[in-house]
């Protein structure tokens, strides 16, 4: 088994894969391998497994999700060892044993970032494959040298240290799984890539967005309206793109600019605060605003002196 041993020497020594080692530590587990064609000595396991697997698995369990197969396993390995006696302590379940044990064994420190890595060059098109499927990455990695993380549900690529791409994992085949997002930047150079482009095909957007994406598809420069409100996604957020949206739709109109004016309007910092003025320096006569004392200023001034200073000029 590949995945867990690289080298069988003789008798039980092996050279185990490094992954497989961070695993056993994680868990705090010391393997033990079987000698070469010994089959006899797994066969105990083997029967376990064989059991379980008629008891839980017969008929086959319908779900949606893995999710969903993993809590139910859950509850029904609590149920047969709660209904089940125990092989040593026979006047007692299996579930009651392990309730009395339990104070007595570690803390489960989490589960274990099990996943495969391999370094792959994204396309130019934003795409990496894995077992013959297609996922997109972000536009800044087109062409460039990533990592790829495949776990169990999910496929994660690095760019250096940075996530560019975060997709569930895809066990059909020939499948391409888009994020449109990751197209954003080359969307906003070529909007018209919006109407007949793959990845925004049956794009899911909020509610007030895909409102406003409807409505603008009668405008002529309806695409790039649109796509210019997309572009403050990445700094706004998508979540205060569609208030903006829905602030627009409300008021009954359907522009890109009126959207991008609201949006710069919740940018503005909140105004400070008035200050109360304490009962100590208030003004007993407050001053009342006369502009025509600088016009008796001005008038004053005509006979007096330059600059202070009597002419001695006829």
């Known amino acids: 088994m590949r995945t867990a041993v690289e080298v069988v020497s003789l008798g039980r020594a092996r050279t185990y894969n490094r992954r497989f080692l961070r695993l056993c530590s994680h868990h705090l587990v010391d393997p033990v391998a079987c000698t070469p064609a010994s089959g006899w000595e797994k066969g105990q396991a083997e ?19 893995l ?6 396993l859950a509850e029904q390995c609590v149920a047969y060892a709660k209904r089940m006696k125990h092989p040593e302590f026979k006047d007692r379940t299996i579930f009651e044993v392990f309730e009395e044990e339990r104070p007595r064994l570690m803390p489960f ?16 098109t934003c795409l990496i494959a894995h077992d013959r499927n297609k996922y997109s990455v972000d536009a800044k990695a087109a062409g460039r040298a990533v990592l790829v993380r495949v776990f169990a549900d999910r496929i994660v690529v690095l760019l250096g240290e940075e996530v560019v791409a975060d997709h569930a994992r895809s066990f059909k085949r020939d499948q391409v799984v888009y994020d449109p997002w990751h197209y954003l930047p080359v969307l ?25 994406r409807a409505r603008l598809q009668h405008h002529a420069d309806g695409d ?23 602030e627009a739709l409300e008021a009954g109109i359907a522009n890109g600019d009126v959207v991008l004016a609201i949006l710069a309007r919740k940018r503005q910092p909140p105004a400070p605060p008035s200050i109360t003025t304490p009962e100590a320096l208030k003004l007993r006569t407050e001053p009342i605003a ?25």
């Open 290 to 314: 006369d502009c025509a004392r600088y016009d008796n200023l001005r008038k004053g001034t005509k006979d007096a002196p330059w600059n202070g200073i009597r002419s001695s000029m006829p």
């Open 47 to 65: 029967n376990q497994v064989g059991t379980m697997r008629d008891v839980l698995f017969r008929p086959k369990p319908k779900v949606k999700s």
């Open 109 to 124: 420190l989490g589960p274990f970032a099990g996943f495969i890595e391999k370094p792959m060059r994204a396309t130019t």
């Open 188 to 212: 906003m150079r070529k909007p018209g890539a919006l109407r007949n482009g793959a990845p925004f095909k049956d794009w899911d957007l909020p509610a007030p967005l895909s409102a406003i």
């Open 224 to 246: 790039r309206q649109f796509v210019k409100i997309l572009g403050r996604v990445p700094e706004d957020g998508v979540e205060a793109v569609a208030q903006a949206c829905a």
């Open 67 to 72: 999710e969903e197969l993993n809590d139910w």
